[in-house]
């Protein structure tokens, strides 16, 4: 196929998990699109031409979502609608409705965007990336896979196939997110909240670090309070506030970040107590 002048690439479709697992094999290295959102627009700007591509988006093994196993291709569309409160509140966030209809979890992932806008779920539950090569599976968690600004544990051979979420998880949990308007927008800051039936608190945060990471020291101080006093929780976002690691870009300042991630998380815990 020939794309802009002077730019020709091979595009490879399969169809099935081993079809596409053989492809991987034969051109390591080369660049995965699945619902294409990000990848398209870097492709669009001349940012990346890539030679070889292999498009996964007819793989059916990825479209699969069976109990806390979640495959790659499923889309956020999907996920909006399903049964997990925090990951279907954070997939109405993504985009428009068009977008939200290709984007898929395995793409946000393999993007590593420190403002995806799956992580902070995936991090407060501690998931688990499911990856595949013709020389077997592995899984890491989140923290494992997730090693730096749009950078993964993956290998050149290998296909992001699925996230396991635990068979446990927190019934009370919320997520939201911060940025310059209401809809389709990137998130200035994110955040991801879990209270378990004992009252143990977490909290990750997107958009204010290198990667998606959870305010432990936050989490120690306020799970060691048996009431979440109006004092607690103000000590709970400024911890949270110290402990992220923002950057000042065009969307927003290092000072904002700092605060905001303090407020935001101190709401959405608030919303899970009263619950």
Known sequence: MRGYEGWDVDIERPTGLEEALGALAAQPGATLLAGGTDLMVEVNYHARLPRRVIAVRRVEELKQWEGRRLGAGVTF???????????????????????????????????????????????????????????????????????????????DDELITAVMLPEAMPHRQEFAKIGVRSAMVIATVSACVMVDDEGQARVALGAVGP?????????????????????????????????????????????????????????????????
């Not at 779920?121 to 501690?126: E, G, H, I, K, S």
């Not at 799970?223 to 690691?245: C, D, M, Q």
């Open 77 to 155: 569309g999907r996920i909006e609608h399903g049964p997990i409160r925090a990951l279907a509140q954070l997939a109405r966030t993504v985009g428009s409705p068009q977008i939200r209809a290709a984007a898929t979890i395995g793409g946000n992932l393999g993007t590593a965007s420190p403002a995806g806008d799956s992580h902070p779920f995936l991090a407060a539950c501690d998931a688990h990336i499911e990856l595949q090569s013709r020389r077997g599976i592995r899984t890491l968690r989140w923290d494992e896979f997730l090693v730096g600004v749009k950078q993964t544990s993956r290998a």
């Open 211 to 275: 990667t998606v990471l959870r305010a432990r020291r936050a989490e120690e101080m306020v799970n060691s309070e048996s009431r979440k006093t109006a004092t607690a929780l103000a000590e709970f976002a400024r911890l949270v506030s110290e402990e992220v690691k923002p950057i000042t870009d065009h969307r927003s300042t290092e000072g904002y970040r700092r605060h905001a991630a303090g407020v935001l998380s101190r709401r959405l815990l608030e919303r899970c107590l009263a619950t």
